[in-house]
């Protein structure tokens, strides 16, 4: 019976072919494979197959070379097979090196099958269905749980960076322990609406940060059109498909891990001590309109006493110093004698944080019930002060076996997690760090002094007084059913229930500063239901055609709920609960939903695996835009050919596979507000206690989809036998209309902005990967990757404002009707604007013949006035772009951009027996940082109390002739820059820094235990590991914080990302 | 088989049926263009969110900025952060000056235009309630157009709606102040029209007392800045003197309590101020923070406030008029001077809220008109019509509450001294109350009195006293043109 006959004309043996169907499907979590049937000739030979631990290796096809004639191996890994004598076996499994083996007569084959390197044949999950690599003709980059396994990272997304061609991720919320990273795929679709992908983990729509990353199987990321069309009106930025490990046959197995180590700054800021803090910021103040304050109670006044936050003070007549305290001669007048404390805030701030990391997992399963089910703990301290985050998670993957084409598989997981961090980041890393030297961390009495502000404290104080707990519950419950109708037709139906509940609590307590007492409590919950419905039809004919067609229908309604209340005035800090606060504030709640609605389908056809072709088509509604706009189209198209398939390139010695591929396809982006279209009132504007509405969005109904055309070429490539050597290259341009802009209105409108369909931009690129298995010899090995994505982009079409390119934001000279910055058509995004600084004015009679500086106060030490725009020895002359002789904002030109155009990573694997040694490195270039922070801290702002950078000691401008002389290359220190010259407190080019960097992400050495010690302690395996993560940045921006938080702000000092250092154990059982 | 077969078709009978329903999202908590306007209490509604936007119009800095930094008296404070040089300097500049842009006022400004749109379509209950929000609107929209014809001159005259950005009249231009001012004086017409509500009905909201003080400020203004003369000089006095007449307003004998008082019998309209709705009320940039305060004077004298003082009055205004007359009773309110060593502690002791539960919040209601300024409206009136004799009467109504003397000017002053005995006066008496900007414009003697004035009439062509229009305003609405010489 061959495999043809069985297939097309099933009556005859039906029943029994359907059994194999179900037993291959059940077995390889697959797509159909197609078996021949032995016919009963020659000697019956059986045997064992087995992988490369000695484990039994069920479902391993065995087929006799030239016949159809085969069979599969049972769950014990076992196999019987008539054959002729002297016929060769050919045995393939997904994933494993195919093995032949000529029958010579022996009683049984025993065979040990060996993992297939990642390779073209590599399954890869697609939008609602499988393909193998080799037959895929659009941009797909896929990472397996290898690679993400044993890194003691707690967010999937960190666990990405640079591993993924074409995609940019970065750390949203820095080092903040639990924080999110942030992902950017082909740098985005939109100008200012998200750019963030749809993720989907196990078919439902979730967060990326819900999952613990040692329950992920694989991680795909779709990001051509024709590949994510299929999931329509959320697709334009990209898919990203977590798909979670799920049982396998067999004994159950048992895993379970810890790694625990440490959190430390990767560096620290080079910033003066207390005694050059005063030298600097007193000196300064006495030739400035500031000394009249020298004798005030300031960081570098002198005016403080025992109850001052400072603890700088002239030392008494007959005094001794005392305890804790320095002492300097007065550089404003040698003869009297000032006392300080020098306290390091960013030694106070930053302290080694303990992170603790379990897991454990079982995996196994019966023919009728297979299981993968796990529980995991966090608990991580952050490097600053009072950060923190915990979490437990729990997972269960069951697949039941119901009827013999009946398959019923169920996901139910939850997370409960809490974190502690800062209202505002900048509070302590712009602000908190760099508190002058001379501040008191403590009273007499033990309490924690208060610092400058509310918001520029004393860290400990900061943390002291005020309770964050952010609370997060997770549970999504899903099944799915699947019926094997008949041979290659499916239909499956899904349902999934996912809510979360997030609780924030607040307390100030009574301080320095405010006795309110303010407590808070909010409460808000994400309930989201999903049905799909999917029938799949795979099919061969005649062994050439092999047809693939899907289609499908799915929901999704998801309600929000938010509220918010908050009161004061309880007379205790003990409790901290809104219970003990009588003056009520704020009680309200919030409530929204949205649904959608989509119809899809798909058709992938191929002829010899040669010839490929896909396309597909969405139908989406949504709930977001008005009944006459709501549904939108999604198309796209792939086509492949696999040339080495061809007679012709058959025999070629180096060149194993060569694949190319066009696509082709449009995807839309429906994220506007939820009700923008209807216009909006917002009510709480009361006003006498009579509840009030007030206007706030205008209505407009023509709202629609945003769709991006997008389309792609590339090549997959393998070399040498086995494809060692693997490389992928795509060239994409992707061009958004109608893209959802939010216009800003006239004023005169009375609303800020109302969201249109106007506009065009155009993101285009290229990427590369590739893999080498290098060498493998013996016990040794050595392998390598290398990706490298580039991107960039181009405003085309803005809604017309009258002005030059229609220029939105940036700097507008009415006079010379020309701009620059902000967005414009035929420009590039996210430029950072400032004035270019020419050289720094060495002698009064530069001075006298410099512009007139719009910025400059013009404070002179000749005459103790202020003349606007009047410039002094000291000062930075800065570059006249438009000629007009004077330095305004129309001087501002483009200093760089603040996006990288070029992201990547590359790794190595060297492997000795049980021992392996993983470096990986990533990079992002062709970016700038503009640095708000560092500014600060040389232009001595905040009435003086930042520290400044050791640097401005030594290089900045004394007096006449050190510019001359080479003695300076900075500008003149000034007490508050920002109110005289603003030297330091400008964006210029001395402010605006490369951001270009490469980042030694992480080093791990890991050794398995040999199989002597497993033994001796009954385990499985056991293994041992040590990394290093964000060992070291390789970069020339001199702050600390490389990887800068948003996609369009200025830097201004977020959680630095911290370097860890972990010891981690897995133990099988 | 056929059993799954029918099961599959009725799930996809189920997920496809209702689609169109499905996707009517519910708005639960918001109120949409769809079903606002509709009835009584939704006009209500609209009418108290246009007076919540026009407490954030008139609030914090930019009622400073328009009505106080230029006169000359006064300066940064301990904590000086935001540059207000330009305004102390008489220096405006559309790139440097804070709170140029438009935005705040044409947002009151649609509020009211929707309401003036919409209510007179509602059915209400009791016609009088409908009324009386309408006078709500159109008093509304006349006090912003008059505030911004004053600071701006020609600004565009809107008084539809916009409702769609498809509106052609989306991008309108400068309507010369003339026509602005013609339609404030409609508007105020329109608003006592309204204002059936004859009694005092609430000192937060319009009233007839408060239509007539603005109609007796714009006339006034009209009449002395305008070319309105004696025409509009008598219909100032027709509003003024209903004003007086109402019994339900009069001086206050203290005149620290009518600004520790909220909403007492002086109070003919102010701004509300409450914790629960908005509690930065402007005097918060006048106080001083704990850290500047040594310990035992923390509100023992000097008032706590968890802000940084941003402003205080200079010496020359303190000197030359708080403390020009001894024994002045205003004088200790207006400004508090404590100097216990070597360090003076300067506040603004008029606005200086609650303090609650170891905090202070800025909640005392922001004075708009009172009856003192009725009074003092009357006296200069009279005064600019011949009647100076009759000026100085009322004119000493004032000067007796603050001085505790009678006849404290003499009835032998000419018309040239009465006048400015009146501005002199009404520094003092509205001191940080947003009127000596304008006072000192309107009697003439804003290039005399203001130092960084004298002799700068014709610069920036001559429009030195108006400001210029923020470069935002212009880039969103080319249509826009600056200020003439800015």
């Known amino acids: 019976m061959s495999k043809n006959f069985c297939l097309k004309k099933p009556d005859g043996g039906r029943h029994f072919c359907l059994r194999l169907d179900r037993r291959i499907s059940l077995l390889l979590i697959s797509l159909l494979l197609i078996i021949p049937m032995a016919m009963a000739q020659g000697q019956v030979v059986s045997g064992t197959v087995t992988d490369d631990t000695g484990d039994p290796l069920p479902g391993v096809n065995i087929t006799v070379k030239g016949t159809a004639t085969g069979t599969i191996t049972d769950p014990d890994g076992k196999f019987s097979l008539s054959v002729e004598p002297n016929a060769v076996l050919v045995f393939s499994f997904v994933g494993m090196e195919t093995q032949e083996i000529t029958y010579t007569g022996q009683a049984s084959i025993n065979v040990t099958m060996a993992p297939l390197a990642v390779g073209l044949d590599e399954l890869v999950v697609i939008g609602y269905g499988t393909q193998s690599r080799r037959t895929i003709t659009t941009a797909i980059t896929k990472v397996d749980a290898d690679k993400l396994e044993e890194v003691p990272v707690t967010s999937v997304a960190t666990a990405l960076q640079g591993k993924l061609s074409g995609v940019r991720i970065y750390q949203s919320s820095g080092g903040q322990p639990g924080g999110d990273a942030t992902i950017r795929i082909r740098g985005g679709s939109s100008i200012n609406k998200s750019n963030a992908p749809l993720v989907i983990i196990d078919g439902v729509v979730r967060d990326l940060d819900d999952i613990n990353p040692a329950d992920i199987e694989n991680v795909q990321v779709l990001k051509d059109a024709s590949s994510t069309a299929i999931y329509g009106a959320r697709a334009s930025n990209g898919v990203v498909l977590v798909t979670t490990k799920r049982g396998k046959l067999g004994k159950a197995e048992i895993n379970f891990s810890t790694n625990t180590g440490y959190a430390t700054p990767w560096k620290y800021m080079d910033m003066v001590d207390a005694e050059d803090f005063i030298y600097l910021s007193r000196e300064a103040a006495n030739r400035s309109p500031f000394q009249k304050d020298l004798n005030k109670p300031l960081s570098w006044g002198t005016g403080n006493d025992e109850n001052s936050p400072w603890s700088l003070r002239y030392l008494g007549d007959g005094e001794e110093v005392p305890d804790g305290y320095k002492s300097m001669p007065d550089p404003v007048d040698p003869s009297k004698t000032l006392i300080f404390q020098d306290n390091d805030f960013q ?225 205790t800090d003990l409790v901290q609960t809104l219970n003990a606060a009588p003056l009520k504030l704020d009680a309200s709640s919030y409530r929204t939903s949205e649904a959608l609605v989509g119809m899809f389908g798909r058709i992938t056809y191929d002829f010899k695996k040669k010839y490929l072709l896909g396309v597909s088509l969405r139908r989406d509604g949504s709930s977001r835009f008005a009944r006459e706009n709501r549904y939108g189209i999604f198309p796209g198209a792939s086509v492949g050919w696999i040339i080495t398939e061809e007679d012709f390139m058959q025999g070629l010695p180096v060149l194993n596979t060569l694949k190319l591929r066009a696509s082709m396809g449009q995807t839309g982006n429906n994220l506007v507000g939820r009700y923008a279209y209807a216009g909006e009132y917002q009510v709480g504007n009361n006003y006498y206690g009579m509840a009030g509405v007030l206007a706030t969005e205008m209505p407009n109904r023509s709202l629609r989809w945003e769709t991006t055309t997008q389309w792609d070429v590339g090549f997959d490539l393998g070399l040498f036998r086995g494809d060692r050597i693997r490389a992928l290259f795509d060239y994409y341009e992707k061009v958004t209309t109608d893209l959802l802009f939010n216009v800003p209105l006239p004023n005169e409108s009375g609303y800020n902005n109302i969201d249109q369909n106007v506009g065009k931009v155009k993101f285009w690129g290229y990427e590369f990967e590739i893999q080498a298995d290098i060498l493998k010899k013996g016990k040794f090995y050595w392998s390598a990757d290398f990706n490298i994505g580039y991107n960039m982009n181009r405003v085309l079409e803005l809604p017309d404002n009258g002005i030059d390119k229609n220029r939105i934001g940036g700097i507008y000279d009415p006079n010379t009707m020309k701009g620059v910055g902000g967005i414009a058509e035929g420009e590039r995004m996210y430029s950072v604007l400032g004035q270019v600084t020419d050289f720094i004015i060495d002698n009064w009679e530069q001075a006298n013949n410099a512009y007139f500086d719009a910025s400059a106060r013009g404070w002179s030490p000749l005459d103790g006035q202020k003349v606007k725009g009047r410039k002094i020895p000291g000062d930075w002359e800065y570059v006249d772009q438009n000629g007009d002789g004077v330095i305004d904002e129309y001087d501002k030109v483009v200093l760089g951009y603040l996006v990288p155009t070029t992201v990547g990573g590359f790794s190595t694997r060297f492997g000795y027996g049980n021992l392996e040694l993983h470096v990986f490195m990533d990079y992002a270039l062709g970016h700038s940082i503009a640095d708000a922070t560092l500014r600060r801290s040389y232009g001595l702002v905040v009435g003086g109390n930042y520290t400044p950078l050791a640097d401005l000691l030594t290089e900045a401008w004394r007096e006449e002739g050190d510019i001359a002389s080479g003695k300076a290359t900075m500008p003149r220190v000034d007490m508050q820059d920002q109110k005289q010259q603003k030297n330091y407190q400008r964006t210029t080019d001395k402010s605006v820094y490369k951001g270009d960097y490469l980042a030694v992400r992480e080093v791990r050495l890991s050794y398995n235990a040999p199989k002597a010690w497993t033994d001796a302690l009954r385990l499985g395996s056991m293994r041992f590991t040590l990394s290093g993560q964000n060992l070291h940045y390789f970069t020339a921006y001199p702050g600390w914080q490389t990887e800068y938080s948003s996609d369009a702000n200025y830097n201004d000092n977020t959680y630095p990302i911290p370097r860890k250092i972990m010891l981690g154990i897995k133990i099988g059982f | 088989m056929k059993r799954y077969r029918i099961l599959l078709g009725l799930f996809l009978a189920l997920t496809i049926a209702g689609c169109e329903d499905f996707l009517d999202a519910d708005p639960y908590s918001l109120v949409t263009s769809q079903n606002m306007w509709r009835n009584e209490a939704e006009a209500m509604a609209g009418i108290a969110g246009m007076y919540s936007q026009f407490r954030s119009t008139f609030n914090d800095f930019d009622f400073l900025i328009y009505f106080e930094l230029r006169s000359g008296f006064w300066q940064t404070g301990t904590s000086g952060a935001n540059q207000w040089d330009d305004l102390f300097l008489n220096t405006p500049n559309a790139s440097s000056t804070p709170s140029l842009d438009w935005t705040p006022f044409y947002k009151t400004i649609n509020a009211a235009n929707l309401g003036i749109k919409y209510i007179p379509g509602i059915d209400f209950g009791n016609e009088d309630t409908k009324d009386n929000l309408l006078a709500d609107a159109y008093f509304v929209r006349a006090f912003c157009y008059f505030q911004m014809a004053r600071i701006w001159g020609d600004v565009p005259l809107v008084i539809l709606p916009y409702e769609s950005a498809d509106d052609e009249n989306l991008y309108p231009t400068r309507d010369d102040m003339e026509v602005v001012m013609a339609q404030v004086k409609e508007d105020i017409d329109m608003a006592y029209d309204h204002m059936v509500d004859l009694g005092v009905r609430n000192r937060v909201m319009a009233s007839r007392a408060a239509i007539n003080m603005l109609k007796a400020d714009v006339y006034l203004w009209t009449a002395k800045r305008m070319g309105g003369g004696n025409a509009d000089l008598l219909e100032a006095e027709a509003a003024v003197d209903e004003v007086l007449a109402d019994p339900n307003y009069q001086l206050l004998p203290s005149y620290e309590q009518v600004f520790r008082i909220e909403q007492n019998s002086e109070i003919i309209f102010s701004i509300y101020f409450d914790i629960l709705e908005a509690s930065n009320q402007y005097g918060m940039r006048f106080m001083l923070p704990p850290g500047d305060i040594e310990s035992q004077y923390w509100n023992n004298p000097v008032p706590v406030s968890s802000n940084a003082q941003w402003l205080t009055y200079v010496d020359d205004y303190v000197n030359n008029y708080l403390l020009a007359t001894p024994g002045d009773t205003r004088s200790e309110v207006v400004n508090t001077d404590f100097q216990p060593g070597t360090v003076l502690y300067r506040w603004v002791n008029k606005y200086i809220g609650e303090w609650v539960n170891e905090a202070r919040n800025d909640v005392t209601d922001t004075r708009i008109y009172r009856f003192a300024e009725a009074i003092l409206f009357k006296a200069e009136i009279l005064n600019a019509l011949g009647s100076t004799p009759e000026a100085i009467i009322e004119l000493n109504k004032i000067a007796k509450r603050a001085y505790g003397v009678d006849d404290f000017y003499a009835n032998t002053l000419t018309q040239e001294e009465v006048d400015d005995a009146i501005l002199h006066e009404r520094l003092i008496e509205f001191g940080a109350e947003g009127k000596s900007w304008y006072d000192i414009i309107r009697f003439g003697k804003a290039f005399e009195m203001i130092p960084t004035l004298v002799g700068r009439e014709n610069e920036y062509e001559g429009n030195i006293l108006l400001l210029p229009v923020s470069p935002n305003t212009i880039t969103k609405n080319p249509n826009i043109v600056q200020t003439p010489g800015f």
């Open chain 1, 347 to 571: 030694d106070i701030t930053l302290n080694p944080g303990l992170e603790q990391n379990y897991s454990l997992s079982a995996n196994g399963g019966t023919e009728k019930i297979k299981y993968a089910a796990s529980i995991g703990y966090s608990d991580i301290e952050g490097m600053s002060v009072g950060t923190y985050f915990n979490r437990f998670n729990g997972r269960a993957n069951v697949d039941f076996l119901l009827r013999e084409n009946l398959t019923l598989t169920t996901r139910m997981d939850h997370s409960t997690s809490k974190t502690n961090n800062y209202g505002n980041q900048r509070d302590i890393f712009a602000r908190s760090i760099w508190l002058a030297p001379t501040a008191r961390v403590t009273f007499a009495d033990g309490t924690y002094a208060p610092g400058e502000n509310t918001t520029f404290t004393n860290p400990l104080f900061y943390n002291d007084v005020r309770k964050r707990d952010i609370y997060l519950y997770r549970t999504g419950v899903g099944a799915n059913l699947a019926w094997d109708i008949l041979p290659g037709l499916k239909a499956e139906v899904s349902g999934d229930y996912f809510i979360r509940n997030r609780t924030f609590e607040s307390f100030e307590k009574a301080n320095y500063y405010r006795s309110n007492r303010t407590a808070v409590f909010e409460y808000s919950q994400t309930k989201q239901y999903q049905f799909e419905g999917v029938v799949t039809y795979d099919r061969s004919f005649a062994d050439a055609h092999n047809l693939n067609i899907v289609a499908g229908i799915s929901q999704l309604y998801i309600e929000d709920m938010d509220s918010r209340a908050e009161a004061e005035g309880a007379s």
